[in-house]
Every structure is written in C-alpha cells, then in structure tokens.
C-alpha cells in the first residue's frame, strides 16, 4: 500500500479502512470485484469510466476515489475516468468536498463548464475533473469498463460503445439537497459511501 497520499486524504482513508459495508451492497460490488480481479489475472490494463446523468456529482467521486485508491493499493495499471449521458458543469459543492478529504483542489479555467486539478499525491499526476459525455474523445473508446453511479444513467445507458464491461452500482443523488441545510451533510455522505465502497472493492482483490 502507498505511503505517498497527502496527509489528510491518507488519514481519511486510514478511517475508510475501519468502516464496514452491509451485506446489499457487497453483493452489488461484487461483478466490480469480479471484473477488476479478472484484468489483474491476466495483467491488462484496466480502464474505468464512470458514468452519471450529468458528469457533474457521483461520477467525479466515483473516478477521483478510485484513482486515489488504486494509487495507495499500489495499482499503477487502473486508469479512471468519466462521463455523463448529457455534459454540464462539474457542481462545485463536490471539489469542496473533495477538497476537505484531503485532495488538493485548483480549478484551472472557469466559464460554464470549469476545469479542475484534483490531486491525491505531490507526485502523481492530477485527476482532470469536468463534465463531458462518456464518449467524449477525453475518455477511453475501447476496452473499459463502464460503470454506472445513478440508476437513471443505468436505464438511459442499455448500451455503452466500446465498453467490454457494463456494471451498475447506483447511489442517492445529493443534488436532491442543494438548497437544504442539510446540504452539506448529504454531499459528505455520498462521498464517504463511495470512498468507503471503493476502498471495500480494492481490499478485496488478490495482487
């Protein structure tokens, strides 16, 4: 395991390690498993698009989590990205939360659609977060695994071109909360769920 994540962001995954997941969701996670020990099997790259309606909340925790798990479970083969079945904006509550993880957060350009750095480790590249759609030129066109984060995307998505693998693992949208107090609360729930999950799915592989 990686010794080289930021302070903070190793302290948040030193918890994630003593988290449990229930039984319901390990049964969702497992055709993930299954996938992710069938390419380190037979030592191919692995490549992960993650897909949500917008590419704008789960998509982009589901993608940076498991670039920054892959990274400290000394994973160099695992390439992560991701897409939306429409492009939007990456939302900005997400690189907050992200940010008070641990990850160093740079937004690089701004205007409708901004780009932002999400970085993990002082020496590794960047995480590149913006909305695209799944097929944009950005993300892999064969060879990978899509991966469903919201169940309307899984119904809006019978079919993912070039995707040798299709799996769905939904999770409750925040944005149902964006205007609550609760707000805040609801985004860091849905992050620690999909960093905890994750950190559950890459616990379980044979290297």
């Known amino acids: 395991m990686s010794p080289t994540l930021f302070p903070k962001l190793a ?13 319901e969701r390990r ?48 994973l160099p083969q695992v390439s992560c990205y991701s897409g939306g079945t429409e492009a939007t ?14 990850f160093t957060v740079s937004q690089l350009s701004k205007g409708i659609n901004p780009v932002y750095s999400l970085k993990f480790s002082a020496n ?11 097929g944009n030129p950005f993300n892999p066109q064969s060879h990978f695994a899509a991966v ?8 809006d998505c019978p079919f993912v071109a070039g995707a040798e693998k299709r799996i769905s693992i939904p999770f409750e949208d925040p944005k149902a909360f964006d205007e609550s107090p609760q707000a805040a609360k609801k985004y860091e ?19």
């Open 189 to 207: 729930e849905c992050n620690r769920q999909i960093a905890s999950e994750w950190f559950y799915v890459f616990n379980q592989l044979s290297l």
């Open 148 to 155: 469903l984060t919201c169940a309307q995307a899984d119904a």
């Open 11 to 23: 302290q948040t995954v030193n918890e994630l390690a003593r988290e449990s997941t229930d039984l």
């Open 89 to 102: 904006a990456l939302f900005p509550r997400i690189a907050e939360t992200l940010a008070a993880s641990g």
């Open 27 to 74: 049964k969702i996670l497992q055709p993930f498993i299954d996938y992710l020990q069938g390419k380190l099997a037979r030592q191919e790259e692995i490549r992960l698009n993650f897909i949500c309606t917008h590419n704008s909340r789960r998509s982009h925790l589901a993608q940076v989590w498991a670039q920054a798990l892959a990274h400290y479970f000394a």
């Open 124 to 134: 590794e590249a960047a995480v590149i977060g913006f909305s695209k759609q799944f």
